[in-house]
């Protein structure tokens, strides 16, 4: 099975700043994908990879299959960026979780004014 | 635009009763999932359907059932609520083995 590792768990940051989340996973994949839970619950698909960047907004994730790596930048943090950051993997081998992917425990990121 | 639903968003039961959660999607996606998730354990996958009265067993099957009698709808029950089963509990859709998943806006269960 595929074992997702997130890092920071937890970040606090001033307003403004360059934010970086982390995720490693053990076993070759076929997609990564980064989802964004605000308080109350809901959860949003922010994006699905599977190699090189992609961008959206102040949104920035990138992904290198060599090293099984990702990373989520948030450029010119705001407090509404305030949630927890999710990972998730798509194995490419069978023993992901039953609908094959796995998750990582979350980044929860608190930006301050 | 993809809606995924559940029925409550807060919900109280006492230990033994049956409880049912509600989700309902509006794309006509095949697969639907059930998680739950806890404070430092992630998301955890219960049951998944693939097809209308399909079902598989997830990750932490163990005191729950799911009926899927509709394409929309998927339903998870917890036979005889348990205090440990005191969670949020989330619901997702997804078109296709390889597609996005979008996920309801949760129900965060107490069970006393």
């Known amino acids: 099975k595929n074992e997702v590792e997130q890092s920071p768990q937890n970040l606090t940051a001033q307003e403004g700043e360059f934010i970086t989340i982390n995720c490693s996973y053990s076993?070759?994949?076929?997609?990564l994908h980064w989802l964004q839970q605000h308080p109350g619950g809901g959860i949003v698909s922010l994006f699905m990879?599977?190699?090189g960047k992609k961008k959206h907004g102040r949104l920035i994730a990138t992904i290198n299959i060599q090293e099984k790596h990702s990373s989520l930048h948030i450029t010119a943090s705001h407090p509404r960026d305030s949630a927890v950051y999710i990972c998730?993997?798509?194995?490419?081998?069978?023993?992901?979780?039953?609908?094959?992917?796995?998750f990582g425990k979350g980044t929860h990121l608190i930006i301050q004014p | 635009d993809v809606k995924v639903t559940q029925s409550s968003r807060y919900l109280v039961k006492r230990t033994g009763e049956k409880v049912f959660l509600e989700c309902v999607q509006d794309m006509d996606h095949e697969n639907m999932f059930w998680y739950r998730q806890d404070p430092g354990l992630g998301l955890r996958l219960i049951y998944f359907s693939y097809d209308v009265k399909m079902k598989e067993k997830g990750d932490i099957p163990e005191g729950y059932s799911v009926s899927r009698e509709k394409k929309e709808r998927f339903s998870l029950i917890l036979e005889s609520a348990s205090t440990n089963q005191t969670s949020m509990y989330l619901c997702?859709?997804?078109?296709?083995?390889?597609?996005?998943?979008?996920f309801g806006p949760g129900t965060r269960l107490t069970v006393l």
């Open positions: 998730a993997v798509r194995s490419n081998l069978s023993g992901g979780g039953a609908d094959g992917l796995t």
């Open positions: 997702a859709s997804r078109k296709g083995p390889l597609g996005t998943q979008y």
């Open positions: 076993v070759g994949i076929s997609a």
């Open positions: 990879l599977s190699s």
